[in-house]
């Protein structure tokens, strides 16, 4: 079961646009669309922000975009404000039902 | 409203036992996938394990498997995590968390804090 890979940190200014890349493998990303995108603000609870890829629940802005090519999912965060700036995750359920997150990436908005 | 909220961590030893509750509210817990997930002090999310609704079929992370038991009783609303044979790689927040109809986990508990130490 090895966690999915993403960049330790990314930033950008406000106003700005930010992709945060997610890289799996055929037996997980690459095959099933179920891959989520997860906020946490520092000493809070992870919050859901996108599902099966690109879908956003209820009440999350449409500046989280996510998408997939291959291998490898992204999100896409635009009009970056300074209330974005948190840890997120990547996660996907894999060919054996577990569920695989990645490492996390902090986005810091200068 | 919807809630899940967890209880039962603590201070326990190496080899210790202990076990946590999360007690949902505000939906319909027998018919949802539940979960299990941990994060380390400053470190990233890992998934623990799950439970389908019925309480039969239960999947498990690799570095709890054998170690670590999840169930649930719907009559009560509740979902449980029996942790065994605890090494202090065990020491984090754990969460109880809803798989919502479309896989993503959409309804997250505060946490409950485990600490293994001697």
New interface residues.
Partial sequence: QSALTQPPSVSGSPGQSVTISCSGTSSDVGTYDRVSWYQQPPGTAPKLMVYEVSNRPSGVPDRFFGSKSGNTASLTISGLQAEDEADYYCATYSSSSTVLFGGGTKLTVL | EVQLVESGGGFVQPGGSLRLSCAASGFTFSSFWM?W?RQAPGK????VS?IEPAGVTT????SVKGRFTISRDNAKNTLYLQMNSLTTEDTAMY?CVRA?V?????V????TTVIVSS
């Fill in positions: 979960h997930v990233g999310l890992v998934w799950h999947y498990y992370g690799d969460y919502g479309s896989y993503g986990l959409d997250w508990g505060q946490g």
